[in-house]
C-alpha cells in the first residue's frame, strides 16, 4: 500500500507554508541547525515580499503563496502538528518531522531565478 498523500490533513495555506519553510531550512543564512537535535533547524529570517514576490536562496515565490509565514494560526496548526516549534512572529523552529512532511507542492511553489 502506497504511503498515504497528506497524513495530517494540512490545509492548502498549511501546505503551502511549510514548503516555504522546509527550503528555508535547506540554507545558513536563513536557517541554523539545533544542537542537540535529530534534524531540527531554527529559523529566525522569516523573509517578506517586495512586490509581488521574494526569493529563497535562487528560488522565487509568489507573495500569493507565502501568506501563511506571518500567520500565526498558521504557525499554531503546524506546531500542534508536531512539524514546527513556535515562538511566534520572530522564528521557529521547523522539526525533522517537518523537513521530511512531503506536501508535494514544491514544483508548484518555488520557481528559478535568474536575478
Keep these: 500500500m502506497p504511503p498515504k498523500t497528506n497524513p495530517l490533513k494540512l490545509n492548502p495555506l ?7 519553510l522546509q527550503e528555508m531550512a535547506r540554507y ?3 536557517g541554523t541547525p539545533v544542537q542537540d537535535s535529530d534534524g531540527d ?11 509581488d514576490h521574494f526569493h529563497i536562496g ?8 507565502a501568506t501563511g509565514l506571518h500567520n500565526e494560526a498558521v504557525w499554531v496548526a503546524l506546531e500542534r ?3 514546527v516549534k ?3 512572529p520572530y522564528a521557529l523552529t521547523i522539526t525533522k ?3 521530511a512532511y512531503d506536501t508535494g507542492l514544491s514544483a508548484q511553489i518555488l520557481h528559478g531565478s535568474d536575478h
Aim: proline letters at 8%.
Design 28 to 30: 545558513p543564512e536563513m
Design 14 to 20: 498549511q501546505s503551502r507554508t511549510l514548503v516555504l
Design 86 to 88: 513556535s515562538s511566534f
Design 97 to 99: 518531522a517537518g523537513i
Design 81 to 83: 502538528k508536531g512539524l
Design 58 to 65: 535562487r528560488k522565487v515565490v509568489s507573495a500569493s503563496d
Design 41 to 51: 533547524v531554527f529559523l529566525s529570517r522569516i523573509p517578506h515580499p517586495h512586490g
